[in-house]
């Protein structure tokens, strides 16, 4: 009984990880085992080359996408997903399967949904396998995967433009606070005309040092310094 109940907490060897990153309006989650190198010579032994291999240890290395995104210039909707790579000498080739708990022994070809060829680049040594993001904006950025001296990109592009116009557009109901964080996304995006009709809907609304200031910027924006002056 008490031997049976006893348990024995030690550390993990690759231990479990996760990763999350805002891309504009895009919630981009990863999940994944972090092996070490341990002394190890990684490439082309602990992981051969030319062979499908998890991107991670332990189970399936899961990327989850709130919205829908671009990779490689494919499209991939919303949802998870699983990363697998083909690592080579000089290049390699970088998976999203539909299966988001895939081994390698249950991938499927078929369920692929992006799958292109990456370039890895050299990189200051890292003992523990990482997912990190990398050069980001509200337009998109990199998933770089980096480990020993190796680092591969994953480049993605999110649809915040689009995502946030049409947020704008169906904008409707009685409170200021909306349409002036709406003028003032739109100050910041050099969209200065948009920006001045709808801190007017904020001002009409209900008059707030806030809303009285962005219309402030958004006259200096445009060129009129005379009113921006009297609105500031």
């Not at 309006?25 to 602990?46: D, I």
Request: net charge positive.
């Amino acid at each position: 009984g008490p031997a049976a109940a006893q348990q024995l907490d030690l550390p993990r060897p690759s231990p479990n990880a996760k990763v999350t990153q805002s891309i504009g309006l895009t919630e981009v989650t990863v999940e994944y085992s972090c092996p070490g190198v341990k002394g190890r010579a990684v490439w082309g032994t602990v992981v051969p080359y030319d062979q499908l291999w998890r991107a991670g240890a332990n189970a399936a290395t899961k990327v989850t996408f709130s919205k829908d995104v671009t990779i490689d210039g494919k499209p991939v909707p919303a949802g998870s997903y699983s990363l697998f790579a083909i690592p080579g000498k000089s290049t390699w080739t970088v998976i999203l399967n539909k299966n988001a708990t895939a081994s390698t022994r249950e991938y499927k070809q078929a369920e692929d949904v992006v799958r292109f060829t990456a370039t890895p680049k050299t990189i200051a040594p890292r003992e523990r396998l990482a997912y990190v993001f990398s050069d980001f904006d509200d337009a998109g950025g990199n998933l770089d995967l980096e480990w020993e001296k190796v680092r591969v990109s994953v480049p993605i592009k999110v649809a915040t433009e689009a995502q946030a116009a049409a947020a704008i557009a169906a904008l409707d109901g009685n409170a200021w606070r909306p349409y002036n964080a709406a003028a003032r996304y739109l100050m910041d995006n050099k969209k200065t005309d948009q920006g001045l009709a709808l801190v007017d809907k904020s001002l009409a609304l209900h008059e707030d040092w806030y809303n009285v200031w962005t219309k402030a910027q958004l006259l200096a924006q445009k060129g009129d310094k005379k009113a921006a002056l009297t609105w500031a």
